[in-house]
């Protein structure tokens, strides 16, 4: 059985995926804004959701990882 059939639904290069029957919470950072600005608009509002999200998943397991993403949630290539 594949996360979320392999498709995570985003408009934003950061997220998060339940797994609910392993009570498992994966979320993701886009490192490449926060080292870049860390006062910018969207390394604030990214800073924002990650304290929602644990705010609300104070329960679950929780991996968390940061990463420069390679491709936009449109699909268009982000590195050379």
């Known amino acids: 059985k594949s996360l979320n059939n392999g ?3 985003t408009n934003t290069t950061w997220w998060s995926l339940k ?7 994966i979320i993701s950072l886009d490192s490449y804004k926060l080292k870049q600005n860390i006062k910018s608009d969207e390394s604030v509002a990214q800073v924002s ?12 397991n929780i ?18």
């Open 19 to 25: 797994v609910p029957e392993k009570n498992f919470l």
């Open 63 to 80: 991996l968390l990882f940061a990463h420069d993403p390679i491709i936009s949630p449109t699909g268009t290539v982000l590195v050379d």
């Open 7 to 9: 498709v995570i639904k």
């Open 49 to 60: 959701w990650l304290n929602k999200v644990l705010e609300e998943n104070k329960t679950v």
